[in-house]
């Protein structure tokens, strides 16, 4: 009995080795006649991690359920819920911009953002449709430099714990008068009213120009003041 245990115990042995050997011949030249790296015809995966030799992610390719809520301030985001795509990381862990997209009978839409540092998007790329609106085109943001997303997270967050609506829009407002929120300043494209052109707005975010073609056909040039009259 001994003897048998022995030498099964050899056998496994030998079966878990070329199992391994097995394993690692696949990954080493499965469908790569040179043997340099892992080629994979075909390939279903949830989510893939672009990540630098330190582990760093760089690039986050992913479904709907398992997508990033993104790095600020090298912090985790909470949990939310995110369109499938592209997410990408700058080199101190923070995002800086991605490509989402999503669609079905409802509303449709296509988004490809470039972020400020330690910001939100300055320029985006974007197309977006449902029951009542169709609008695509190209946006271009201000952002603070000293008053991170993180920082705006934050202040938004303890405005919300007051549990209190009015203090909370007050306090956004404030945040907006001093500039510590982002501003529209330019739009190229087609807008929700059907018009088709250059839009253009000041650094408070007020339209002052638009150079357009109407839903009539009519080409328009309009300068506004600060009233948006």
Not at 103 to 127: H, N, W
Request: one cysteine or more; hydrophobic letters at 35%; proline letters at 3%.
């Amino acid at each position: 009995m001994l003897k048998q245990i022995r030498n099964m115990k050899i056998y496994l042995a030998v079966i878990t080795l070329l199992f391994i050997v097995a394993i690692v011949y696949a990954f080493k030249y499965n469908g790569n006649s040179y043997g340099a790296n892992p080629h994979f015809k075909e390939i279903d995966v949830e989510r893939m991690n672009v990540v630098e030799s330190n582990g760093k992610v760089k690039m986050v390719i992913s479904n709907q359920q398992r997508q990033s809520p993104g790095v600020e301030d090298g912090k985790v985001l909470p949990a939310r819920q995110r369109s499938p795509g592209i997410i990408f990381f700058n080199t101190d862990g923070d995002e800086c911009g991605g490509l989402v997209y999503d669609g079905d009978k409802k509303e449709a839409g296509m988004v490809l953002s470039i972020d400020q540092y330690r910001q939100d998007q300055i320029m985006q790329l974007q197309y977006s449709q449902d029951s009542d609106d169709k609008h695509y085109g190209l946006k271009m943001w201000d952002r603070p430099d000293n008053f991170s997303v993180g920082d705006l997270l934050r202040k938004s967050d303890s405005l919300k714990r007051l549990n209190d609506t009015v203090a909370y829009k007050n306090g956004i407002q404030q945040l907006r008068n001093n500039g510590q929120i982002g501003t529209e300043r330019l739009y190229v494209g087609k807008n929700a009213q059907g018009e088709v052109g250059l839009f253009i707005k000041d650094s408070k975010g007020i339209p002052r120009i638009k150079l357009y073609v109407d839903k009539s056909g009519k080409g328009k040039i309009e300068f506004m003041n600060e009233d948006a009259k």
